[in-house]
């Protein structure tokens, strides 16, 4: 793999060496499990391998959690979910709240782990007050449910996937709002997830919450997310995806009426008209591709009208293009390695020439260097990741026409933006909240 994503020096001169004014951050904090496993795993599931995307070297092992052992977990949750339900709002909203503070404490060492296992720079995974913000305003629903026509549940556990996408802002935002709606929380965590997850449920753990109310069953065996979301004590299941996956939750949800809540990765679009500010433009497309295929896991694309195309398209090269991948772990880095291999092989394979990353890199790592493309009226799906995809249309009505599914839409014009760019977190927070109510 790395040898497809590192071209020789003679094919292509690699950019100059990077002078770095800072060292990598201390991951003392972070405390890599030896083993990320259920809490009763007896020792005999199927070990994965939980690679840097830095490094590409091993960082630790994760038990794939069977079916049987899940479903046990899972009703073991739903138990302390029924005794979670009979609180008041008042008095899980002060447990909640108690939890949130607990969660902040651990936000630098969660944050660490962000970095470790999904690649997503220091400099993002450590900005104050993201997973802490998160956690206190989930916890704040516990007591408002009747102020947006909810009532709790009387338990059961609501399944909640994680993978490379999950921050662990997002993680703490789904199982608070899971426990505010009176259910317990079982985080089915992909390998990447595993070790955020398991730190966040330490934090509640040690924040007096009962035990058991929240589990972490980490692994990727597709029989067990099967056999977890077909279990009676599964009230709600949340799932960020692409469209695929999102579609297979859909159905299997509807042969048992199991309420879900699922976020496609849709592309986040910028619609640029005559007489917009390209400066801008450029400017809030820069910040889309600093932040990763998971910030923005659907990819970006710019619908241009053809009178600014040219002028537009030069812009975004001159801003992206000379953009180098780093350590995740310097404080300097703003564009760290593809959170998969097959994203940064994605991405590589979206250049029209080869390239070489920069020598100071590690020969292992998942490096995609970004890149702007021109596309043709119709293309394929772009990764995500450090590529810009640019397409011409004629005139906004054309733009509509051809949008589709999308995900966050930015409309530029003469004046500023139209539409803010993505939907707010409160949005996302609610609706999660109807689905586990029910």
Known sequence: MSAQL????EVAPARPPRTRGTRPVDTTEARLPDLCAASDDPGLSPLLDLVSPAT???LTRVADTDPALALRTLTATASAGRAWAWLSGEDRARHLFAAAQALAEHARGAGLLDTLTTGRPVSTTLAPGALADAAFSAAGWADKLP????RPRSGGAALIRADWRATPADLAENV????AAGAGAVVRARPEAAPVALRLREALRAAGLPDGLVAVVPGAFPGTDVALEQAPDTVAVTLDGDAGAVRTLAVRAAARDLPWCGTTDAPAVDLVLTGADLDAVAEAVLARVLGGAQAHPGGNLVLVE??????????????VEPLTPGDPLLPSTRLGPCPTAALAQAAAACRTRPSAVAV?????????LPVVL??????SPLPPGPVVGVRTVPDEAAARRVLGAVGAVQVWERGGPRHPAGPPRLRRALRWLRTCCG
């Not at 053809?306 to 801003?319: F, G, M, Q, S, Y």
């Not at 100071?360 to 995609?368: E, F, K, S, V």
């Open 306 to 319: 053809d009178a600014v195309a040219e002028d537009l398209t030069l812009r975004l090269r001159a801003v």
């Open 147 to 150: 102020a947006v026509g909810l």
């Open 6 to 9: 590192r071209k020789a020096e």
């Open 56 to 58: 590409g070297r091993p």
């Open 176 to 179: 608070l709002v899971a426990l």
């Open 374 to 379: 021109q596309l043709p009226r119709r293309s």
């Open 360 to 368: 100071d890199l590690a020969a292992g790592g998942w490096w995609a």
